[in-house]
């Protein structure tokens, strides 16, 4: 594939990955989770690579979600990839680095708290945006929020969808490290040369275990799936989807009903 919405570099045991569509702040496209998943899978293969670190392009940005401007029942929505980034992120070897400078919103958010460490610029945010603009993130990947900040900050995040600074999500240990913007690349390196320094399979065994912790509902169907697998050609997905586009009030009477729920629905 000839990469078109990231760039894709390696030097001296380090692989940098940046989504680069700074004019709609990195929003993911399609192609540019397919763009993603192929160059993880290869910094994954590539056993010359000690760490990988994802960052976004521009000034404003390291990924502010996935471009609501697209079908979200179409492929240019969601992609192709076999294997998406956040699991490519999960599974791979070495240690992941989310180098954070800006927005970090909605699917960006998700990624950066996917990574094994996540540092930031004092002028970065965070935050989730699903409820509010009718995306139904449900499952694992929601859950493991809960082993980053604990389950009070964790439903915070996810049912308020407030937006916190970078000092905010480092005392809640959403964040690794908080520099000014002009010392963010040089915290990196120093991220990466700690991490070369190590045993690169001692490390891998760690994150083994890291893993282990917080993937007991993994395999589980999300709720998502289970009770309203057609939502995104629904009436309120579409109605929040534009509204957040046009940047008006939502219309409250397209919501969905309550799902009703029995006990045992659930394993």
């Known amino acids: 594939m000839r990469f078109v919405d990231i760039i894709y570099k390696k030097n001296d045991g380090v692989a940098r990955v940046t989504i680069n569509r700074p004019e709609v702040y ?15 899978q290869d910094a994954s293969n590539d056993d010359s690579l000690r760490v990988v670190v994802i960052a976004g392009s521009g000034p404003n940005a390291f990924c502010s979600g996935v471009d609501q401007s697209e079908d979200r029942t179409t492929t240019a929505y969601s992609g192709t990839a076999k294997v998406g980034a956040d699991e490519l992120v999960r599974t791979m070897s ?44 449900t499952g694992w990947g929601i859950g493991y929020l809960a082993n980053v900040v604990g389950q009070k900050k964790a439903r915070e995040i996810w049912m308020l969808t ?4 970078a000092q905010q999500a480092f005392e809640m240990g959403l964040v690794n490290s908080v520099v000014p913007h002009e010392e963010l690349e040089a915290e990196v390196d120093r991220y990466c040369a700690l991490i070369k320094n190590n045993s690169p399979v001692i490390l891998q065994l760690e994150k083994l ?25 629904s009436e309120e997905a579409e109605e929040r989807r534009l509204s957040f586009l046009e940047r008006r009030p939502i219309d409250p009477s397209k919501n969905l009903p309550y799902v009703k729920i029995s006990p045992g629905d659930r394993p």
């Open 26 to 40: 990195n929003a993911k496209r399609g192609r540019t989770t397919d763009e993603l998943s192929e160059a993880l």
């Open 94 to 137: 070495k240690p992941v680095i989310a180098m954070v400078d800006g927005f970090a919103i909605g699917s960006g958010n998700i990624l950066a708290y996917m990574c094994d460490f996540t540092v930031a610029s004092t002028r970065s945010t965070f935050g989730q945006t699903g409820p509010r603009v009718g995306s139904p993130a």
């Open 162 to 165: 407030q937006q916190y600074t």
């Open 209 to 233: 275990t890291f893993n282990e912790i917080g993937e007991y509902t993994k395999n589980h169907r999300s709720p998502a799936d289970q009770f309203i697998p057609n939502y995104k050609s």
